[in-house]
Nanobody, 126 residues
């Protein structure tokens, strides 16, 4: 069973940037479908970004498109979320997720991802 560990969260001013990392324990992580979700108290976990196992397809929520970028480093078994032009409404706990399949559908549904990290807090001040 793959274990995921996020890092890189913190406090940043509006307009700033952060890069989240998610390191996996599994060497075959490169074969996994990968996603990032976020959650604020009292709300359902929200889709942020996803990447196909081969890295050829990436998907983003409309609210983060053109500001966030999902990427991977197969040699490090790590997936990243580069977040630029951060807004106060981006404040949330961010989770990485993975599914041991070549494709998932719908990629924006947190129920299709069986593996999750512990989450990392991102706070954007105005």
């Amino acid at each position: 069973q793959v274990q995921l560990v996020e890092s890189g969260g913190g406090l940043v001013q509006a307009g700033g940037s952060l890069r989240l990392s998610c390191a996996a324990s599994e060497r075959t992580f490169s074969m996994y479908y990968k996603g990032w979700f976020r959650q604020v108290p009292g709300k359902e976990r929200e889709f942020v970004a996803a990447m196909s196992w081969n890295g050829l397809s990436s998907y983003y929520a409309d609210s983060v498109k053109d500001r966030f970028t999902i990427s991977r480093d197969n040699a490090k078994n790590t997936v990243y979320l580069q977040m630029n032009s951060l807004k106060p409404e981006d404040t949330a706990v961010y989770y990485c997720a993975a599914a041991p399949r070549s494709s998932v559908w719908p990629y924006y549904d947190f129920n299709v991802y069986p593996y999750w990290g512990q989450g990392t807090q991102v706070t954007v001040s105005s």
